[in-house]
């Protein structure tokens, strides 16, 4: 699932803490946090071990995607 990677290493950043500190406080590998960070990709139980990390909510980590609009939603009918 994709995660908010900037969200990911502000917060990180906000702490000062390296990416293997943060490895270390979330229970992940060191691999495990840089691809994420780069990828933005992260199974549920990485998402939670960050969030726990973080102490925020885990929705919190996820993109935030705008529903696609079809093609007739903004046409006004006279």
Not at 32 to 46: C, P
Request: charged share 30%.
């Amino acid at each position: 699932m994709q995660i908010n990677t900037q969200l990911v290493i502000a917060l990180r950043k906000k702490r000062a803490w390296s990416q293997e500190e943060l490895a270390t406080a979330c229970g992940l590998n060191l691999r495990t946090i840089q691809r994420i960070e780069s990828d933005g990709v992260a199974s549920l139980q990485s998402r939670k071990a960050l969030a726990a990390a973080f102490d925020v909510d885990v929705d919190e980590l996820n993109i935030k995607m705008e529903p696609l609009k079809k093609r007739y939603e903004n046409k006004t009918i006279n």
